[in-house]
């Protein structure tokens, strides 16, 4: 025997208890680290994108429209290498409580500036060729049981109508921070269908050197100051940080309530172990009797609370990791896409479960080290 | 020769806003290789004795000194360091951990020893054996009877090979024929294994089978008996 079984058989002696105070560290760990990672992943999120790339939207909010004559312009400023540009569709498919997001995209510019989305060959000719062709990602294509070649028709918002649109391609994206759940088609057929009234919601700048983001930034916002349609320019990552930065409050709330939730079971699991403690008050007094000194008998205590602090973060915080690895849930992930619980949150957990492990297990540990052998033998249980 | 001297020695205890006080100036040896018991009413300061004697407590003024080591004059630390190489203590309700089998509670002593897993399973099977438990070594506490926990608790105390072996009231929580064989194997302990046994009892018949009887009255050595064997 050991000191650890001696630990171990002190956590067996009441099973169910120890299971459920385990049991409820884990549910709150998965909790918290779940929570924190809306906020860990929309941070990263805003750290996405390539230093190549820049966003032209509208000075004042990007719901504004651009004007399509801005292309030339801006393909002449010194470091573009290309432009492309696009427009939020806002339609709905079948019920308009269910959103994905949905683009009018110029094809060929937009998937030469975006190489980590990958269209099959065969199938990228296809959607090119197609002007009322739409590219889905796989994701999207899966959850609504499509197949290429499939007809689907989308209900405009923002350009009323039905749409009806023909899949004629899939992509899959080679980084998480890009969603499989985008729906896009082609500027020209919204262009043609608007009558020629359809305007660039945003440009994209293919540029040469990402040193030289400042200087084009300046210059393209400088070309239309004074038009109809003045311009904000920015890196894609700053582009980015600002459409996250519309769920600032509710990354707050998130935190606030894993937070809460940890310290609701902190109290949980200190009562616990005060019980678990209490109860064996005389065999405290046994083993100090035999010869274990106060600082061990202390430590004794200190390690179950602390086995089950660890434990239940272990599970609850590993079971949260591999979970958001490997399932993509629809409800997250067509908001934050590339959900998952970021390396730090797993320290800020190993921290928490410190706390856990002292706070629970610290008022036990030290009534159990300075209680007289005489007092502890003399009490009943 | 004496193995524990006792040296005006006072104790009292302080019970809400009295203080009682158990013993005033006590002084009284103990032999090595004895078989004492300690007798007297409730209250006479028995159990208060073996727990100054085993560094349980210490005197309010007064020494205690066993096999040449000042007790009453150690910190906390050193003696619970001289408790598990020096004392052997056995309570009238047994303490046994519940949550381990006879073996392991046997075994814990020697868990602060730097014995090897090997020697200290030696010497567990061989405390068992000497209480005449090895049939029921892997028993819970709750699977074992009175007599067999108080032989356990017995095993625990000398698993060790400690210089004192000290019970309080061993005998009072058991049967008749129970009480009869953990005396026997105290009788044994001190006859055959030449252990330094001290037991607290208010019984009789375990008196009978000591070589020496302490008589304390409100705190005071009364009578000292010695019989010859």
């Given at each position: ?10 956590l ?10 385990t049991a409820?560290?884990?549910?709150a760990?998965f ?8 906020g ?6 805003s750290?996405f ?11 004042t ?7 399509m004559?801005?292309v ?15 427009n939020?569709?806002?339609g709905w498919?079948q ?10 995209v110029?094809?060929?510019?937009f998937?030469?500036?975006?190489p980590e989305?990958?269209?099959p060959e ?7 060729r197609?002007?009322?062709?739409a ?9 609504y049981g ?7 028709v989308?209900?405009g918002t923002i350009?009323?109508g ?5 899949i004629?391609?899939?992509y899959t ?11 896009m088609?082609?500027?020209a057929?919204l ?9 660039p919601g945003?440009?994209y700048?293919?540029i040469?050197?990402?040193d030289?983001a ?7 916002d ?19 940080a ?6 600032g409050?509710?990354?707050t709330?998130?935190?606030?309530i894993?937070?809460?939730?940890v ?6 699991t200190?009562?616990?172990m ?12 046994t ?8 600082g061990t008998?202390?430590?004794i ?21 591999l979970?958001w ?6 409800a997250?992930?067509q908001?934050?896409p ?10 800020i ?17 030290l ?6 052998v ?6 009943v249980e | 020769?004496?193995l524990?001297e006792?040296r ?17 100036g ?18 006479s ?7 100054l ?7 309010t ?9 000042v007790v009453?004059a ?10 598990s ?6 309570f009238?309700?047994?303490?046994l951990l519940?949550?381990?089998t ?12 730097r014995?090897?897993?090997?020697e ?7 405390a ?8 029921r070594?892997?028993h ?18 000398i ?11 061993p005998?009072?929580?058991?049967d008749?024929?129970?009480?009869q064989?953990?005396?026997?194997l105290l009788q ?6 030449k ?8 019984d009789?018949?375990a ?6 009887t302490l008589?304390?009255?409100k705190g ?6 010695v019989?010859?064997?």
């Amino acid at each position: 025997m050991t000191r650890g079984r001696l630990v171990w058989a002190n956590l067996m002696r009441h099973k169910w208890r120890t299971l459920l105070t385990t049991a409820s560290v884990a549910v709150a760990m998965f909790l918290f680290a779940t929570l924190r990672s809306f906020g860990t992943t929309l941070d990263s999120l805003s750290q996405f994108g390539a230093a190549n790339r820049m966003v032209v939207r509208h000075a004042t909010a990007i719901v504004f429209p651009l004007q399509m004559s801005y292309v030339q312009r801006l393909a002449t400023v010194e470091g573009v290498k290309g432009v492309s540009w696009a427009n939020w569709f806002g339609g709905w498919y079948q019920d308009p409580k269910v959103f994905f997001a949905n683009f009018a995209v110029d094809g060929p510019s937009f998937l030469a500036l975006y190489p980590e989305i990958v269209v099959p060959e065969e199938q990228k000719q296809e959607w090119l060729r197609d002007r009322a062709g739409a590219v889905v990602g796989v994701d999207l294509m899966e959850k609504y049981g499509w197949r290429v070649g499939q007809n689907v028709v989308l209900n405009g918002t923002i350009f009323p109508g039905e749409w009806q649109f023909t899949i004629r391609a899939t992509y899959t994206s080679k980084t998480r921070a890009f969603d499989q759940r985008s729906f896009m088609f082609h500027y020209a057929y919204l262009d043609e269908r608007t009558n020629h009234q359809a305007q660039p919601g945003w440009f994209y700048l293919d540029i040469a050197n990402g040193d030289d983001a400042p200087r084009i930034a300046a210059t393209v916002d400088g070309l239309f100051k004074n038009s109809n349609a003045p311009t904000k320019t920015m890196t894609e990552q700053a582009f980015q940080a600002s459409w996250m930065g519309m769920f600032g409050n509710v990354r707050t709330l998130m935190n606030a309530i894993g937070l809460a939730v940890v310290f609701a079971i902190l109290l949980v699991t200190g009562n616990a172990m005060m019980m678990s403690a209490r109860e064996r008050t005389r065999e405290v007094g046994t083993l100090k009797a035999i010869g274990f000194s106060d600082g061990t008998v202390g430590l004794i205590e200190l390690a179950e609370a602390g086995s089950v602090a660890l434990t239940g973060t272990l599970l609850g915080v590993g079971a949260a990791t591999l979970l958001w690895k490997n399932i993509r849930v629809a409800a997250i992930e067509q908001f934050i896409p590339g959900f998952q619980v970021a390396a730090n949150t797993m320290w800020i957990s190993a921290a928490i479960a410190l706390t856990l492990t002292l706070v629970s297990g610290l008022v036990p540990a030290l009534r159990a080290s300075r209680m007289s052998v005489v007092a502890a033998l003399r009490t009943v249980e | 020769m004496a193995l524990v001297e006792i040296r005006d020695v006072h104790k009292s205890f302080q019970r809400d806003t009295q203080r009682i006080e158990v013993f005033t100036g006590l002084t009284l040896d103990i032999d090595d290789g004895s078989f004492t018991a300690v007798m007297g009413p409730s209250g006479s300061g028995k159990s208060t004795l073996l727990n100054l004697i085993a560094g349980l407590d210490k005197p309010t003024s007064g020494t205690v000194q066993v096999a040449g080591a000042v007790v009453s004059a150690m910190a906390p630390g050193e003696l619970a360091r001289w408790r598990s190489r020096h004392v052997g203590f056995v309570f009238q309700s047994f303490n046994l951990l519940p949550v381990l089998t006879a073996y392991q509670n046997v075994e814990l002593p020697l868990l602060l020893t730097r014995l090897t897993k090997k020697e200290r399973d030696e010497r567990v099977r061989i405390a068992l054996g000497v209480v005449g438990l090895e049939d029921r070594m892997h028993h819970y506490p709750r699977q074992l009877s009175g007599g067999q926990e108080q032989r356990t608790a017995i095993a625990r105390a000398i698993v060790a090979d400690p210089t004192l072996t000290m019970l309080d009231e061993p005998t009072g929580q058991l049967d008749a024929r129970s009480s009869q064989e953990v005396l026997a194997l105290l009788q044994r302990l001190n006859t055959e294994f030449k252990k330094t046994i001290i037991i607290v009892t208010h019984d009789a018949h375990a008196a009978e089978r000591a070589t020496t009887t302490l008589h304390l009255e409100k705190g005071d050595l009364v009578e000292k008996g010695v019989v010859a064997r």
